[in-house]
């Protein structure tokens, strides 16, 4: 059983899954007092860019951790993968006709530089081990 649940924590499509029900979840209720199809069309796009973003977050702090030196390799990767996240969000929850922009991206927001700050933590922590 052990083995099962550490292949299915480890897989990509699980990952992808998680972050589209969860955080188009979260948007779904952020937008829940407007009238339909609106909560629907905010859950979904929120649903596919957190998916997206989650393979984003991960090849930009790859690139980034790679060519940065010395402490910028511990803080700039997830800065600038959250400033380029929080960017894509609002330009496209704009573009959506989200109307609760800010409640929608929050959590997803959080929830992502907090990925993004553990996921550079693991690599910084390997590279100064490995030198």
Same mark, same amino acid.
């Given at each position: 059983?052990?083995?099962?649940?550490?292949?299915?924590?480890?897989?990509?499509?699980?990952?992808?899954?998680?972050?589209?029900?969860?955080? +188009?979840?979260?948007?779904?209720?952020?937008?829940?007092?407007?009238?339909?199809?609106?909560?629907?069309?905010? +859950?979904?796009?929120?649903?596919?860019?957190?998916?997206?973003?989650?393979? /984003?977050?991960?090849?930009?702090?790859? /690139?980034?951790?790679?060519?940065?030196?010395?402490?910028?390799? /511990?803080?700039?990767?997830?800065?600038?993968?959250?400033?380029?996240?929080?960017?894509?969000?609002?330009?496209?929850?704009?573009? +959506? +006709?989200?109307?609760?922009?800010?409640?929608?991206?929050?959590?997803?927001?959080?929830?992502?530089?907090?990925?993004?700050?553990?996921?550079?933590?693991?690599?910084?922590?390997?590279?100064?081990?490995?030198?």
């Amino acid at each position: 059983m052990t083995a099962v649940l550490r292949r299915l924590a480890s897989s990509a499509l699980v990952h992808f899954l998680l972050a589209f029900l969860a955080m +188009g979840g979260w948007a779904f209720y952020a937008n829940r007092k407007y009238p339909m199809p609106q909560p629907l069309v905010s +859950g979904l796009v929120q649903g596919m860019l957190s998916a997206l973003l989650l393979l /984003f977050l991960k090849v930009t702090i790859d /690139f980034l951790a790679r060519r940065l030196t010395a402490a910028a390799a /511990f803080w700039a990767p997830p800065l600038i993968a959250c400033l380029a996240s929080a960017a894509i969000l609002v330009v496209l929850h704009t573009l +959506g +006709g989200t109307p609760k922009i800010a409640k929608t991206i929050a959590i997803p927001l959080v929830v992502s530089t907090s990925y993004a700050m553990a996921y550079n933590y693991s690599i910084y922590r390997r590279s100064r081990a490995n030198p």
